[in-house]
C-alpha cells in the first residue's frame, strides 16, 4: 500500500543545476499538486494537474515546469536552481469527486539549492 | 485570491487544558481541510469538512465549519503532550477534488505537562 512516493528524500544542487522530483501514487487519483513548504510560510501551490495531459500554474510555479503524461506520474523539473528554490517539496494526490475528496501526501523531498 | 488566515500562529497550553485554533478564509469555499505535521514529517490527514453546520470529531480534538462566516475551529479538549505538532488549515478553491489547496501558515502547538 505504497500511497504517495516522493524520490529523492533529500537533494543538495548548485546554482544552475538542474534535476526532476519525482512524484508517484498508485491510487488512480486524477489529481496531483506540487507544494513548498518554508518556514512560516506554511505550503504554497506551484503547479498541478487534474488529469493525464493536463497541468495549470498553481500561486508560486515560476522556475518550475510539470507534466503528467500518465496518471501515476507527476515530476516537477527546476530548469536552473536557485537558492530560492531551497524549501520543502510535498506531492499530493486525491480523487476528483466533491464526496471522496481526501488529499494524501507523500513524504517530501528536502532540496538544498548552493 | 483565495486567502486563509489562522491564529493563532505559536501556542504554548498546558495539558489538561482546552483551546481553540481559527481558520478564516476570504472566498465561497465548501472544503477546508485540517492536517497535522510532526517536525521533519509529512501531513496526516485530521478532518475533511463538506458542509455548511460540519462538525466531526477524532479523540481530543473535534473541528467545525460554518461556511457562512467563511471560519472553521479545531477544537483541543483535556490537551495532553502527544498533541504537540503544527496544525494547518486549507481550502480548496471551486472543483471537484482536492487538485490545489491555500494552505494557512500554520499553528506551532507545544503542550507542556
Known amino acids: 500500500n505504497a500511497g504517495v512516493t516522493q524520490t529523492p528524500k533529500f537533494q543538495v544542487l548548485k546554482t544552475g543545476q538542474s534535476m526532476t522530483l519525482q512524484c508517484a501514487q498508485d491510487m488512480n487519483h486524477e489529481y496531483m499538486s506540487w507544494y513548498r513548504q518554508d518556514p512560516g510560510m506554511g505550503l504554497r501551490l506551484i503547479h498541478y494537474s487534474v488529469g493525464a495531459g493536463i497541468t495549470d500554474q498553481g500561486e508560486v510555479p515560476n522556475g518550475y515546469n510539470v507534466s503528467r503524461s500518465t496518471t501515476e506520474d507527476f515530476p516537477l523539473r527546476l530548469l536552473s536552481a536557485a537558492p530560492s528554490q531551497t524549501s520543502v517539496y510535498f506531492c499530493a494526490s486525491s480523487w476528483e469527486t466533491t464526496e471522496n475528496t481526501e488529499a494524501f501526501f507523500g513524504q517530501g523531498t528536502r532540496l538544498t539549492v548552493v | 485570491e483565495l486567502k486563509v488566515e489562522q491564529n493563532p500562529l505559536f501556542l504554548s497550553m498546558q495539558e489538561g487544558k482546552n483551546y481553540t485554533i481559527y481558520c478564516n478564509y476570504s472566498?465561497?469555499?465548501?472544503?477546508l481541510y485540517w492536517y497535522r505535521q510532526d517536525p521533519g514529517k509529512s501531513l496526516e490527514s485530521l478532518f475533511v469538512?463538506?458542509?455548511?453546520?460540519a462538525v466531526k470529531q477524532e479523540g481530543r480534538l473535534m473541528a467545525s465549519l460554518d461556511t457562512k462566516a467563511r471560519l472553521s475551529t479545531l477544537h483541543i479538549t483535556a490537551a495532553v503532550h502527544d498533541l504537540s505538532a503544527t496544525y494547518f488549515c486549507?481550502?480548496?478553491?471551486?472543483?471537484?477534488?482536492?487538485?490545489?489547496?491555500?494552505f494557512g501558515k500554520g499553528t506551532h502547538l507545544i503542550i507542556q505537562p
Open positions: 486549507a481550502v480548496a478553491d471551486s472543483g471537484g477534488g482536492a487538485d490545489g489547496l491555500t
Open positions: 472566498t465561497t469555499s465548501d472544503r
Open positions: 469538512l463538506l458542509s455548511n453546520g
